[in-house]
């Protein structure tokens, strides 16, 4: 009987033993399979529980052969995709970083070949070779870190793409392994870059850009290796100018590339990178250029609106579709690969106009996209059109409008902005919402964070949800730009002052007053843009207090500062492209200064000389006018080697310079000229 217990004590423990063990290995199993989803089905990420996330632990090998030294063998082809999902973002930056084996360090196998590149949704954002610290390939395990803009994740489905290189003929690919692959969303002030960000900054190239007062957004490559700007050149075989898309070294401000747009229309200031192509247009076309060539051209008179003017496009890409709203009424869904249009939706102008008496004034903005729904903002204001003459019997006779309806109402001149979201895959209105307004645009784009959506109105801000444009709070603030959503802030100009407030109800956290301009949000800190000697200014994102001033340029005003891989760029209105980042402005900034004042220096030296000279001379009138004479060769050399130091004073104190010297030259030979007169007369 003893015997019998024991061994019923026995299997009981063992049983409850068992079943121990099987609770927890289900546990872990649960928990590995929730942070480790199979390759084929789609990870369920969610970053409010941790900014790490393992999407692969697993071992793969990319390439075209058999490799023993590398797991597997065996080569399950040249591509690998993964597919995830994430709930919500939290963050401007994020990372890939996985273990690699046997990848080509960068060029050692020649030139562009054997390339194995990462992207995300599409977007090229760098190459493995590229992190290999090795002089000749080898099985050693190293680990790649890979940093991108979190504008390339979406809240829903996304996807990371690795593939093998190949190379000149692709007759052979890159054989390598890689494994424990990784996400990470990362805090603005973890940021591997931010510290070269960190004031004071100073500045490292500056670069042409062409045409007169240009400043247009610079846009950086996710690599942060090329930046992308528009321009228009005088070309006398080209009505209008030749349209090109400049790319430029951002490491040194060269030119790379130019893509040319065979368009007879100006290019808008608009540029857009995503899916490994560049993205721009004009009043008729939409272009997207690849590496070297024009991938397609989508042509836009088709959807041109009677008795509606023509307003800038501005692109959007969001999972791999260019969308844009053209023509006060028209939004249009392309495939961003083939230029193919997915859909177009149309809602018509406010009022239908009967009378060529009248047209449609429109105006737009960029549109903004997440949880597959797109937000558009749109302007109509009718206007009379500008009467045109005709000569009758010499006298100046006004042309009647033709009218097809005589007895058509007079529209309402007032003008109303339009706010409304669509399905980003069919073009189904969700929702929309409307407004009178006399003041036009405020912000440039709606913005939407944490599942609400923002936009200025007239004279406030508001936030609506993006899910159903629910109205969640509206606050007075004068002429607002919207440039940022960040941290729980909506940051925004009005008019002198940047503004900062709650994101979720609106209140005020703090204002800036007497310096304002384009800005940008990044580790903690506002990179504001102003006028003046002084074309950067730096505040506390937390308070709103100075941290610092500086980043002068040769221009008046500046366009909104983008910063990317540790460097700021921004352009001026002397046409031309600035790059800083963290330092001391030094000795060679200081002189590059002092310089760039070489003709007033030289003035001062002239004005000197004259006064000792004209104590000397009697004949006044002989003596000044060799001066000015003097003073206009002076003032030419003096500008010819301030600009071979500094070319971007060319447009201010270049400029200047070369506008006074032909009244310096004239007048002085007037006076040498009346002087000699005199000289002749007192003989």
């Not at 995830?84 to 562009?112: E, H, N, R, Y």
């Not at 090109?244 to 747009?261: F, H, K, M, P």
């Not at 249009?332 to 060529?356: R, V």
């Not at 007239?458 to 993006?466: C, Q, S």
Request: proline residues 4%; contains cysteine.
């Amino acid at each position: 009987m003893g015997v019998a217990k024991e061994t019923i004590r026995s299997t009981t423990k063992t049983l409850s033993f068992a079943v121990l063990v099987l609770l927890i290995l289900f546990t872990v199993v649960s928990i590995i399979g929730n942070a480790l989803p199979d390759n084929e089905g789609s990870g369920q990420l969610n970053s409010e529980s941790t900014a790490m996330y393992v999407l692969d632990a697993g071992h793969h090998h990319l390439g075209d052969g058999v490799k023993l030294k590398l797991t597997p063998a065996d080569a399950e082809g040249t591509v690998y995709t993964k597919i995830f999902v994430m709930d919500s973002i939290d963050g401007d930056t994020a990372s890939i970083t996985l273990t690699t084996k046997s990848v080509v360090p960068t060029d050692t196998a020649g030139i562009g070949q054997f390339y194995d590149q990462v992207y995300v949704n599409g977007n090229k954002i760098g190459k493995l070779n590229d992190y290999i610290e090795a002089k000749e390939q080898d099985d050693l395990p190293r680990s790649v870190t890979i940093y991108f803009s979190t504008k390339l994740l979406y809240s829903g489905e996304n996807n990371i793409t690795i593939s093998s290189g190949c190379n000149a003929d692709c007759s052979d690919y890159d054989d390598f392994e890689f494994y424990d692959l990784r996400l990470e969303i990362i805090p603005e002030s973890k940021y591997l870059y931010s510290e070269n960000l960190r004031p004071p900054l100073r500045k490292i190239w500056s670069s042409s850009i062409g045409g007169y007062r240009n400043t247009p957004l610079p846009v950086v490559s996710e690599s942060g290796e090329v930046i992308f700007y528009t321009s228009s050149q005088v070309d006398p075989d080209t009505p209008g100018g030749k349209q090109t898309i400049n790319a430029i070294d951002a490491r040194n401000g060269e030119l790379v590339q130019s893509y040319e747009t065979g368009g007879l229309r100006e290019l808008h200031d608009h540029v857009v990178y995503a899916e490994g192509l560049v993205f721009a247009s004009d009043y008729e076309n939409i272009y997207a250029f690849g590496d070297d060539v024009l991938e397609w051209k989508f042509n836009l008179k088709p959807y041109l609106g009677e008795y509606i003017s023509l307003s800038e496009v501005y692109p959007v890409v969001y999972n791999n579709t260019v969308y844009t709203i053209f023509n006060a009424g028209k939004v249009l869904a392309i495939d961003a690969k083939t230029g193919e249009l997915k859909w177009n939706y149309s809602f018509g102008p406010g009022q239908e106009l009967q009378d060529e008496e009248y047209w449609i004034c429109s105006d737009s903005t960029i549109p903004a996209a997440s949880k597959g729904i797109i937000v558009f903002m749109s302007l109509e204001a009718p206007f009379e059109q500008v009467i045109q003459y005709h000569l009758e019997n010499g006298q100046r006779v006004p042309i009647e409008p033709q009218t097809e309806s005589p007895n058509a109402p007079t529209p309402d001149k007032m003008a109303f902005t339009r706010v409304f979201a669509l399905n980003a895959s069919n073009g189904e209105k969700i929702w929309n919402y409307s407004m009178n307004s006399i003041s036009g645009f405020n912000g440039k784009t709606p913005f939407i964070y944490n599942d609400l959506v923002y936009f200025g109105l007239g004279d406030k801000i508001v936030a609506r949800t993006l899910g159903t444009g629910r109205p969640i709070w509206s606050a007075d603030v004068s002429w607002p730009n919207i440039y940022a959503v960040s941290n729980g802030k909506v940051f925004a100009s009005a008019g002198s002052d940047v503004v900062v407030l709650d994101a979720y109800n609106g209140s005020s956290v703090w204002r800036s007053q007497g310096s304002s301009g384009p800005l940008s949000v990044y580790g903690g800190l506002v990179y504001v843009g102003i006028s003046g000697n002084e074309n950067l200014l730096v505040l506390d994102g937390n308070m709103g207090e100075q941290v610092w001033k500086g980043g002068g340029t040769f221009g008046s005003t500046v366009s909104q500062p983008v910063l990317s891989n540790g460097r700021l760029y921004m352009s001026a209105s002397d046409s031309r492209l600035y790059a800083f980042e963290h330092g001391e402005p030094g000795n060679q900034d200081i002189y590059a200064s002092a310089v760039g004042y070489l003709p007033l220096f030289a003035v001062v030296a002239m004005l000197v000389l004259l006064m000792v000279f004209m104590r000397k001379i009697e004949n006044k009138s002989l003596g000044l006018g060799l001066w000015l004479l003097a003073l206009a060769v002076v003032l030419f050399l003096s500008n010819i080697i301030m600009l071979e130091y500094i070319p971007e004073a060319g447009w201010g104190m270049g400029l200047l310079v070369f506008m006074t010297l032909p009244v310096i030259f004239v007048a002085g030979i007037l006076l040498l000229a009346y002087g000699m007169w005199q000289k002749r007369k007192m003989k």
